[in-house]
């Protein structure tokens, strides 16, 4: 059975500072993890999807790693705003999607 | 031009009560799926359709039974409702199951 953690389950950090999401997963054989970001009452956006075979996916501010080997993902927000604070959350794809139990951001301004 | 709707947006209810949310997508995506996230924020999936077939249950009670009308609709019915049934209801949309997720705005259900 699929396991998904993201360390930290909260962060807070002054606008400008390099974000650094965890997320890690207990099985390898997955066909994609996407990551996504839920505003509080809202629905979830796709931020970044990375196929098994790529190793990172970028996409204006953030940029997101894989290592399915060690059942590791990382994203990465460059120089935060006040907007960027959500929830986070990472999904990993077998036959269908795990998601971890996210982790929520607050830049302050 | 919403492109995954859910309705309604909230939902309260008394227990045994039987109820359903509607999900609609505009993408022409062949795949569709019903999520839910409980009050400590985890999102499950509970099922999956293709094309309009079910390919996902993943053990939710007899008291779900999902409905895909077509391609574009899967609508989520509820029997005899219990409290621990309060939670937020996802629909989502995909090209085929592996390629993003695109998920509607929930449905707050509360029963009381």
């Known amino acids: 059975k699929q396991e998904v953690t993201q360390i930290p389950a909260a962060l807070s950090v002054p606008e400008g500072e390099n974000l650094v999401l965890n997320c890690s997963f207990t099985?390898?054989?997955?066909?994609?993890l996407q990551w996504f970001r839920q505003d509080p009452g809202k629905g979830l956006t796709s931020l970044l999807l990375?196929?098994?075979?790529?190793r990172e996916q970028t996409s204006g501010r953030l940029n997101a790693s894989l290592d399915k080997s060690s059942g590791r993902s990382t994203l990465y927000i460059a120089a935060s705003q006040p907007g960027d604070s959500a929830t986070y959350l990472c999904a990993v794809h077998d036959y269908k999607l795990s998601f971890g139990a996210g982790t929520t951001v607050t830049v302050r301004a | 031009d919403t492109a995954v709707s859910q309705t309604p947006k909230y939902l309260v209810t008394q227990m045994g009560n039987d109820k359903s949310i509607k999900c609609e997508q505009n993408?022409?995506?062949?795949?569709m799926y019903w999520y839910k996230q409980d009050s400590k924020k985890f999102l499950k999936i509970m099922f999956s359709?293709?094309?309009?077939?079910?390919?996902i249950n993943e053990t939710v009670p007899n008291r779900f039974s999902p409905k895909s009308p077509d391609k574009a609709h899967l609508n989520l019915h509820i029997n005899s409702l219990e409290l621990g049934d309060s939670a937020v209801y996802f629909c989502?949309?995909?090209?085929?199951?592996?390629?993003?997720?695109?998920f509607g705005p929930g449905t707050r259900l509360t029963v009381l």
């Open positions: 993408l022409g995506h062949d795949t």
């Open positions: 989502a949309s995909s090209q085929d199951s592996g390629r993003s997720q695109f």
């Open positions: 359709y293709n094309n309009k077939e079910l390919i």
């Open positions: 099985d390898s054989a997955i066909y994609n």
């Open positions: 990375i196929q098994s075979s790529q």
